[in-house]
C-alpha cells in the first residue's frame, strides 16, 4: 500500500546516520589530524614509563624499547596497538616532508607519502604491539626514505 505522507514522515524521522570519518576529514582535516594524534591509552603508558612523547623519531625509539606489558591485557593489546600506528602517523605527518594524512573510503586513516605511497600506520602499530617487528621506529625510517 502506497501512503505518500506516510513515506515522507518516516524521511523526517529516521534516526540520521553518524558521520563518518571520511567526511569529518573532507570537512575539517586539520580537526582529525588533532583528534589522530591525541593517542590518550599509549600517552598515558609510555608516561608511565617514564618517557614524554614529543612527536619525534627519537621518541618512536623509545617506545620501541618498552617491556611489551601491554601484550599481557588482551583487551587492552588492540587499543594500545591502535594508538601506537596513530602516533607513528603523527610523528611522519609532522616530520617527513610531504606526509599527510588520508582518510580511505573505508574509512582507515592512512598516511599518504609525496610519492603516493599509502602506509597504514594502523595496522603498523598493531603489528608491533602484537609482535613487536617491524619496530616503530623502523617503519618510520622506511617511510622517510621516499
Keep these: 500500500m502506497n501512503i ?3 513515506d515522507a514522515w518516516r ?3 529516521e534516526p540520521k546516520a553518524a558521520p563518518s570519518l571520511v567526511s569529518a ?3 575539517d582535516p586539520d580537526g582529525v589530524a588533532e583528534l589522530l594524534a591525541e593517542c590518550e591509552l599509549l600517552r598515558a603508558r609510555v608516561q608511565e614509563a617514564g618517557i614524554q612523547l614529543d612527536d619525534t ?3 618512536l625509539e623509545a617506545i620501541d624499547q618498552l617491556p611489551p606489558r601491554w601484550r599481557d591485557d588482551q583487551e587492552e593489546l588492540p587499543w594500545f596497538g591502535n594508538d601506537a600506528g ?4 603523527t610523528v611522519m605527518v609532522r616530520t617527513v616532508a610531504g606526509a599527510a594524512w588520508h582518510v580511505r573510503e ?7 607519502l609525496a610519492s603516493g605511497r599509502e602506509i ?17 621506529s623502523q617503519t ?4 622517510a626514505e621516499n
Design 140 to 143: 618510520y625510517a622506511e617511510a
Design 57 to 59: 623519531p627519537s621518541s
Design 86 to 89: 596513530l602516533y607513528l602517523g
Design 106 to 112: 573505508d574509512g582507515q586513516p592512512v598516511v599518504r
Design 25 to 27: 576529514f573532507d570537512r
Design 11 to 13: 524521511r523526517r524521522h
Design 120 to 136: 597504514n600506520v594502523v595496522a603498523a602499530g598493531l603489528d608491533w604491539a602484537t609482535t613487536g617487528s617491524p619496530e616503530l
Design 4 to 6: 505518500p505522507f506516510l
